[in-house]
């Protein structure tokens, strides 16, 4: 008789309903001790919910939960923590002003006779960055000045300080980095692994799941679809798979190469601190990759083009016109569609139902003359959540309520939904499941198809080559790089928004 | 929420840092020129007045720099609390009318102003944490429900005090030093420590900075910001003592100038600190600059009506100068 497998955590048969969905439907999940676990599956599928029922915010309708062998009946946030488990929230939850040694120490500061132990949390806390993530910080430094890798660490550091973690879930932690910032996350994951701890990790990159992880659960539709216990390179097609129900064999539509007028120009706008002199065309038809890691320009460029910032240098021309935003109620009455980053935030009324979200953008810009448009697009919006496939398919659903996944999507069903000549789409598929980027992808390629311009603004370097006609690289503030998309690859890519030159050519 | 990726910081000498350290180059410009225009300012005998007449502000601060630490500085949502001087003068008119009408003995006037004082702690924080109003609001209304129990106390009239522990805060001096000023700064030390240096403090001062940080760092959020109503409702009935010593006894309506001088000390406290944030010491500094600035502008023979009118518009300046720099921030 062999062993039975060794598990850190064992949920069997979880089951949970919130009104009208059943969220999860006797769903398992095991997790090999000392292993990196991947959950995968489509925005809606319940991933955010069996993790919740395990942090002990959700009780759970039926199933049987046991933590390194222990079973767990009752689940409350003080037990679950008291067994080691620690969750790294998507979101950093960091307070900018706080230095390093503050922001690891929080909620456990330590104490001397004389007050606060300042200078022992210091070093503990460098100590531990280096030693358990392999990242050298200066405890005095505040939070405002790391890079979001760095923040991303101390948001772990804080986690597993108190040396009594066992098993760690991450929740898509590298959704804010650059792909060349994700590296880093990884070697101190990877060193995490080394010293025993377990983790659970969910992303929609499955190009990082079949990187970092020993095994793999799929959901779909709130049940467990496969369980994989190896996984290699090979492993994404059965992945996707397993999570979509069908193959998806071209992840991006077919390029369509058109020539069109000169839509929109930039030239040489800066705004003498985060960027300089850059130049932008892009004609009617195109569809424009801007590239960058964060910190090189690009967000602080792309938020000029719709008005949120001001530019201090340059013009703009859009169709023929001359063009001065000063907010991005100007960029908006100039019949420019903008997706910005922070939809969630920026883009969304949450205890609003999901049909009048969509609708919004519409209702303030048509006025109440023009009625008959106004069902039109009304029409064309509720087409759009379908196609993109918003999940529950439920107009009436509150927003809150909706998976992170789904948030998005309303929020670009609503833009996409808009007329306009030029659409400005920044990091338009952050945590979309794989099924609904093939889809936004066609959108995007339609609305090219249809004679608009498009920019896009993203931090993931696949999907600039398989979207853009042309791509141009910002780095340190400039641009490095304007070239057609056959001109370029993946590596030469990475190396420019990395270092700002190409790579030598191995040839 | 903040921006979780922006890191861009105004320039040095950009307008906007500019507007931000606005209120400190205001005050300074304003302490110069008083200095050079009534050059007595600086004397030791001066001194000491602006520190003695300083204290009841410097106390009320100690309580509002608790609640924003705790509560955020973000003007419009962040934690205020607008009932401190109203839970002072309270206090005052309940120790006045005590001792000189009703002849009662010390330990149960100041027994009877501790109730008044925890019903206020108490009224704010179960509005702003139990029932979740805006502390802005919430205190705006216990303010005024306050000032009016005192004038119901008092009958609106000035009530003299002649009692021994008055007069010995008012007059009596500690090896040169105003009585009043030492006990204050015995206080300005425990807040100064308990804020800063402590891990309670810290965790108050986490909780100020993100809610949800705070939160999932396993801190009790809602039990801290309540905390911060008491210890202020505590600073109200400290300060109370030398409200009555500074008046010889209570005068209705003295809330009104407390409650400007401790906004505009605390808010202005800001811009000294390192970071930009309000910090206690940063508020009693602020204290003892905005009662200089009124000293000074008396001595030279300044209305008080303008020297309210000065002090309204520096208000505005510090408020707008945080509310920018909290804009630019997110
Ligand atoms: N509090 C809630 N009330 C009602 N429905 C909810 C609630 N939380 C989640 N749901 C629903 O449960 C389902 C599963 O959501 P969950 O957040 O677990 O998805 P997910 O796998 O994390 O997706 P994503 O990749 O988009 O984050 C969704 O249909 C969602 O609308
Ligand atoms: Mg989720």
């Known amino acids: 008789m062999t062993l039975p497998v060794e598990h850190i955590l064992e949920m069997q048969g979880i089951s949970k309903a919130f009104p009208g969905v059943q969220a999860l439907d006797k769903t398992d999940l095991f997790v090999r001790k000392g292993s990196i676990h991947g959950l995968v599956g489509e925005n809606g599928a319940g991933k955010s919910t069996i993790i919740k029922v395990l942090a002990g915010i959700y009780t759970r309708d039926e199933g049987t939960v046991s933590i390194n062998g222990a079973a767990c009946d009752a689940l409350a946030p003080a037990v679950v923590h008291e067994a080691g488990v620690r969750f790294i929230h998507q979101e950093l939850h960091l307070v900018p002003y706080f230095t390093v040694a503050e922001s690891v120490f929080m909620g456990q500061e330590q104490h001397g006779v004389l007050g606060l132990a300042g200078r022992r949390m210091r070093r503990r806390a460098e100590q531990f960055l280096k030693e358990s993530l392999n990242c050298e910080l200066d405890g005095k430094a505040l939070i405002r000045t790391l890079s979001p890798a760095e923040k991303k660490l101390v948001q772990i550091a804080r986690a597993l300080i108190d040396d009594k973690a066992r098993l760690v879930i991450f929740d898509e932690p590298t959704a804010p980095l650059a792909s060349g910032e994700t590296e880093q996350v990884f070697k101190a994951i990877r060193r995490l692994k080394e010293r025993g701890i377990s983790m659970i990790y969910v992303s929609h990159y499955l190009g990082e799941i079949t990187d970092l992880c020993d095994e793999v659960t799929v959901f779909r539709n709130g049940a467990t679809v496969a369980q994989l216990n190896r996984v290699d390179a090979n492993s994404t097609q059965t992945i996707i798979h397993n999570m979509v129900g069908r193959d998806i064999d071209a992840l991006y539509p077919e390029k369509k190469h058109s020539d069109g007028a000169r839509m929109f120009s930039v030239s040489a706008l800066g705004d003498n601190s985060r960027f300089f002199n850059v130049d932008l065309n892009i004609s009617a038809g195109e569809v424009l990759g801007v590239a960058g890691l964060i910190g090189s320009g690009r967000e602080e460029f792309i938020d000029t083009l719709y008005g949120l910032r001001r530019a201090e240098a340059g013009d703009m021309q859009f169709d023929g016109r001359e063009l001065k935003l000063k907010s991005p109620a100007d960029a908006v009455a100039n019949g420019i569609v903008l997706v910005p980053r922070d939809r969630r935030n920026d883009g969304l009324v949450l205890n609003m139902s999901v049909g009048d979200n969509i609708n919004l953008a519409s209702l303030d810009e048509v006025a109440w003359a023009r009625m008959e448009k106004r069902g039109l697009s009304l029409k064309r919006a509720n087409e759009l959540s379908e196609q993109i496939d918003i999940r529950p398919r439920n107009p009436k659903a509150i927003t809150r309520f909706l998976s992170g996944g789904n948030q998005q999507k309303v929020v670009l069903a609503r833009w996409l939904a808009t007329q306009s000549k030029l659409f400005i789409l920044d990091e338009p598929t952050v945590g979309v499941d794989i099924g609904a980027k093939v889809e936004i992808y066609q959108l995007i390629k339609e609305l090219a198809a249809n004679g608009a311009a498009v920019i896009v603004s993203s931090s993931d370097p696949q999907e600039m080559l398989g979207l853009c006609h042309r791509i141009m690289v910002m780095y340190r503030g400039e641009v490095v790089e304007d070239t057609p998309i056959d001109a370029i690859d993946f590596d030469s890519l990475l190396a420019l928004s990395t270092s700002g030159a190409r790579v030598a050519s191995t040839a | ?330």
């Open chain 2, 1 to 330: 929420m903040s921006g979780t990726n922006s890191v861009s910081r105004p320039a040095l000498f950009s307008a906007g840092a500019l507007f931000s350290a606005a209120p400190l180059i205001i005050f300074i410009v304003l302490l110069i020129y008083l200095g050079i225009s009534a050059p007595n300012l600086t004397d030791p005998a001066t001194i000491n007045l602006i520190l003695k007449q300083s204290v009841p502000t410097v106390v009320v601060c100690l309580g509002l720099a608790t609640v924003v630490v705790a509560g955020g500085d973000d003007v419009v949502s962040g934690g205020i609390d607008l009932s401190i001087p109203a839970t002072a003068i309270i206090c005052a008119g309940i120790l006045a009318d005590q001792l000189t009408n009703h002849g009662s003995p010390l330990w149960s006037a100041i027994a009877l102003a501790a109730v008044a004082a925890v019903t206020m702690g108490v009224l704010n924080a179960v509005l702003v944490v139990a029932i979740g109003m805006t502390p802005l609001l919430a205190t705006l209304a216990s303010s005024v429900a306050a000032v009016g129990v005192t004038k119901v106390i008092t009958s609106s009239r000035r009530i003299n005090v002649d009692h021994p522990f008055v007069i010995y805060i008012r007059d009596a001096n500690v090896a040169g030093v105003p009585s009043a000023v030492l006990i204050a700064a015995v206080f300005v030390l425990l807040f100064c420590f308990a804020v800063h240096r402590t891990r309670w403090g810290m965790q108050l001062q986490a909780v100020g900075g993100s809610r949800d940080a705070a939160e999932v760092s396993g801190i009790k959020t809602s039990s801290l910001v309540a905390q911060s109503f008491f210890i202020a409702a505590l600073a109200g009935f400290l300060a109370s003592f030398f409200v009555l010593a500074r008046g010889s006894g209570s005068t209705p309506g003295s809330e009104e100038n407390l409650l400007l001088e401790m906004v505009l000390a605390t808010f202005l406290g800001a811009a000294f600190s390192p970071r930009r944030i309000v910090t206690v010491w940063g508020a009693v500094l602020g204290a003892v600059l905005v009662t200089a600035l009124s000293v000074g502008f008396k001595s030279i023979g300044v209305n008080v009506f303008w020297t309210g009118c000065i002090k309204g518009t520096l208000i505005l300046i510090v408020v707008a100068s945080a509310a920018y720099s909290g804009r630019a921030q997110s």
